[in-house]
């Protein structure tokens, strides 16, 4: 099994930047997905999770609702984590992850920088 993430980089405060995570050697429809992120000297900390099935809900971190768009395309199995009106504070290397319904994985992460 096995994540991998892409996207990121630098971004400019206010801009906007999308993340993918491709899932291959599971079952995607199966599993719940999600985006973490860890700044530096901090812990990691849940962004984003969108569930599995034709409802996929969706739950964000009180710091990024209205900002971040977590979605799924089950025919690609990829996870995407849209984010707009980005702030400094959202500088991180942000993680997805996959919870099957025996595993759970994580994927490499990616870089994410918010600064002029």
């Known amino acids: 099994v096995q994540l991998q993430a892409s996207g990121g980089g630098l971004v400019q405060p206010g801009g906007s930047s999308r993340l993918s995570c491709a899932l291959s050697g599971s079952i995607f429809s199966l599993n719940i997905m999600g985006w973490y992120r860890q700044a530096s000297g901090k812990q990691r900390e849940l962004v984003a999770i969108?569930?599995?099935?034709?409802?996929?809900?969706?739950n964000y971190a009180e710091s990024v609702k209205g900002r971040f768009t977590i979605s799924r395309d089950n025919a690609k199995n990829t996870v995407y984590l849209q984010m707009n009106s980005l702030k400094p504070e959202d500088t991180a290397v942000y993680y997805c992850k996959s919870v099957g319904p025996k595993n759970t994985y994580w994927g490499q992460g990616t870089q994410v920088t918010v600064s002029s």
């Open positions: 969108i569930g599995r099935g034709s409802v996929a809900t969706t």
